[in-house]
């Protein structure tokens, strides 16, 4: 099997659907771990240890999140310590480290879905259904990174003309106020320039046709079937209770039991799925070339 990036794009787009939803619907402690270990797993694989910046980004988000629970939400019965007049209970503190993790989670699969789904795969999988939404997303998707490299490539300019100043948090702020209008400028006469050019090609005049070089393939159809039966035996665990977990007013794990034990093993399959694939792959791409 190859990587899950080179899946079908149908089969792409379905795996961080089904292993996302369970992660945003439930604050169970072991589910949420699992969530963050999948995804900064196959992060790793894919990207190795670099952009350290954006890890440091999340991690402050996480702390905040954390920090922030506890300071507004006073519900608990275990009582830490007392500031300003108002308790700080451990029950907040649990539940604000969960909502961190939560969301941290979440952000790691969607930047990987970011990585792997390209505005091609997009309109592959929406095209059929609704051109113009392929279309918006395809071209919103496009517009990100290029917005980024052009604010750099103005910023740069700025600064060699000697009118962008970082001297002081005014001048910064005047700096990035301006390349700000000129990005806006840009991205509306670039817009124009867009449906210009779309209409001069006969964009809507006709009958749409469409191609793709993406076919669904029997190995698709196997690991589809395998995620969906992983996704349905975790969501019957999450809608029976199963991995309930009370936060307030006590913490209260729910009882142990062996569907507990099948929703988790079923999540965890399911978080580590791509990352086990992608592992298989380079072992079988190693051993090939250790052949020659």
């Known amino acids: 099997m190859n990587s899950i990036e080179n899946q079908n794009p149908i089969l792409t787009f379905s795996y961080f659907l089904a292993v996302t939803l369970p992660a945003m619907f439930s604050m169970n402690p072991i589910m949420l771990m699992l969530s963050l270990a999948g995804a ?3 992060f790793f694989v894919k990207n190795g240890v670099k952009n350290a910046r954006s890890h440091l980004l999340f991690f402050a988000l996480f702390l905040v999140i954390a920090l922030v629970n506890p300071l ?8 830490l310590f007392v500031l300003n007049g108002n308790p700080v209970t451990w029950e907040a503190v ?8 939560m969301t941290v989670s979440v ?12 505005s091609d795969k997009y ?24 917005f980024g490299k052009r604010m750099k490539a103005i910023r740069m300019s ?17 700096g990035e106020v301006r390349i700000f209008s000129i990005m806006v400028t840009w991205a509306l006469e670039n817009g124009i320039h867009t ?17 793709a070089i993406f076919r669904f393939h029997a190995s698709d ?12 035996m975790t969501l019957s665990g999450l809608a029976a209770g199963a991995v309930d977990f009370v936060f307030y007013p006590a913490i209260i794990p729910h009882e142990s039991s062996i569907f507990a034990v099948l929703t988790y093993t079923a999540y965890g399959i399911l978080a580590c799925l791509p990352t086990a694939l992608e592992m298989e792959e380079r072992i079988k791409w190693h051993f090939l070339r250790s052949k020659i």
């Open 40 to 42: 900064l797993a196959l």
């Open 72 to 79: 507004f939400q006073h519900n608990g019965v275990t009582v």
């Open 94 to 101: 649990f539940y604000g480290i969960m909502a961190g993790l």
């Open 107 to 118: 952000l790691y699969w969607f930047r990987l879905l970011s990585q792997m789904m390209t």
């Open 123 to 146: 309109l592959y999988i929406f095209g059929r259904f609704s051109a113009k939404l392929a279309l918006l997303l395809s071209m919103a998707l496009r517009y990100v990174p290029l």
């Open 158 to 174: 700025q600064k060699a003309l000697g009118l962008y100043k970082d001297g002081t948090l005014i001048d910064k702020i005047r």
């Open 195 to 211: 449906a210009d050019s779309m209409e001069a090609r006969g964009y809507g005049i006709g009958k749409r046709t469409s191609f």
């Open 221 to 232: 159809g196997i690991l589809l079937s395998m995620i969906l039966l992983l996704l349905g």
